[in-house]
């Protein structure tokens, strides 16, 4: 091993990188571990009923966020609805959470303060705990949360319980985030200059701004399930975009989808904003990523159970096992490929690749 050719990460990618994480770790024994890698958080059994689900994401400086435009109090907000999200996407609900700082030396402690406002905001919002963490130096600010939630284990719902048939929906709309982060990027030499002191052009894009600064978890729809008795059979959050997680959905269920582009749930502003940038919206609303909504899957039949403002129907699911198309509104069908915007719109350009 040690005189072989080392190989950047890039060549494999992410998710075949996590792989060869799971082969050295290998399988637990243990029995109370219901579930281990391989959805949006772990689930094991504390007794014979309840089942807590764990999960971790970090926020790293200049990868997640860009201090300049990213408010501390939202930072700290954000990094709390992201795992929440997580949380949520099992549906669980969350109860726990313990976050790690890497402090860099231009960071003050008046910005911790107001950071740990913004957790404490979160914390309120979704009813949940802080109990802990770490403080390092790093070099870039870097934010890691873990939270824990609980659900009874009949509640719990996996990545892998699409079924043929089922209608496709998610929660709120879909490409804001990203709608955000373009109008914040415009901005940024002008940010710059003000330091600290930015804030941002809430007037015409509030809605996108908010979405990318301060997202809130669907916990209303976990909750609003759990009162309607609604078990829908797939769950996932979309933190990377609908585009990305209707594969994951389909590879982990053995089934395949069908998206309607024209059923895509867009806000007003994220249209215009995708408008003045002379770009598709529908691509926004696919790849765009960083929108803290739910993906799921449930019968046909059970959709008048659901409350329906509280979600779209963007597609159906169908046998064709991990073949995602889209139907575009001129009734043409392309395959959706996770990473290759090309095959959407065909002209080969998304600002939206992250
Ligand atoms: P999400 O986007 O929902 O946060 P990820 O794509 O980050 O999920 O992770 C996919 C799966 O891989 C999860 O089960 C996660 O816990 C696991 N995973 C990611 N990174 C690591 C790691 N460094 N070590 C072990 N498991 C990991
Ligand atoms: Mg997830």
Same mark, same amino acid.
């Given at each position: 091993m040690s005189n072989a050719t080392p190989t950047p990460i890039s060549d494999i =990618? !992410?998710?075949?990188?996590?792989?060869?994480?799971?082969?050295?770790?290998?399988?637990?024994?243990?029995e109370d571990l219901l579930l281990g890698i391989g959805d949006d958080a772990a689930v094991y059994r504390i007794d014979d009923e309840r089942a807590h689900v764990i999960t971790t994401d970090a926020l790293i400086e200049t990868v997640h966020f860009d201090r300049s435009f990213m408010p501390t109090i939202h930072l700290g907000?954000?990094?709390?609805?992201v795992n929440v999200s997580d949380v949520l996407a099992m549906n669980a609900l969350p109860k726990y959470a313990t976050v790690s700082l890497g402090l860099p030396n231009n960071i003050s402690v008046e910005m911790v303060e107001t950071f740990y406002r913004g957790v404490?905001?979160?914390?309120?919002?979704?009813g949940m705990t802080l109990v802990g963490g770490d403080t390092t130096a790093a070099r870039?600010?870097?934010?890691?949360?873990?939270?824990? =939630? !609980?659900?009874?284990q009949h509640e719990l719902i996996f990545r892998r319980g699409a079924r043929a048939g089922d209608a496709l929906c998610v929660t709120g709309d879909l490409g804001g985030a990203y709608a955000g982060l373009k109008v914040l990027l415009r901005q940024r030499e002008a940010i710059k200059e003000q330091g600290e002191a930015y804030e941002p052009d809430i007037d015409a894009y509030r809605y996108v701004i908010q979405r990318?600064?301060?997202?809130?978890?669907?916990?209303?729809?976990i909750r609003d399930w759990r009162e309607r008795g609604v078990r829908p059979n797939a769950l996932i959050d979309i933190s990377d975009g609908l585009g990305s997680e209707v594969h994951h959905i389909c590879r982990a269920s053995r089934v395949g989808a069908r998206i309607f582009a024209a059923a895509l749930p867009v806000a007003l502003e994220t249209r215009e904003v995708?408008?003045?940038f002379e770009e598709d919206v529908d691509l926004f609303a696919l790849f765009g990523g960083d929108d803290y909504e739910l993906l799921f899957s449930l019968p046909p039949d059970v959709l008048e159970d659901l409350d329906p403002q509280s979600f779209t129907q963007v597609g159906e699911v169908t046998p064709d096992e991990d073949e995602v198309?889209?139907?575009?509104?001129?009734?043409?069908?392309?395959?959706?490929?996770?990473?290759?915007?090309?095959?959407?719109?065909?002209?080969?350009?998304n600002g939206a690749a992250r």
């Open positions: =990618g !992410e998710f075949a990188l996590i792989d060869r994480m799971q082969k050295i770790l290998g399988t637990s024994g243990d907000f954000k990094a709390i609805s404490r905001k979160a914390c309120e919002h979704y870039h600010l870097t934010v890691n949360v873990t939270v824990v =939630g !609980e659900a009874m990318q600064l301060a997202p809130n978890a669907a916990i209303e729809t995708a408008n003045e198309v889209v139907q575009t509104p001129t009734g043409d069908t392309v395959a959706l490929d996770a990473s290759g915007y090309q095959h959407f719109g065909g002209n080969g350009t």
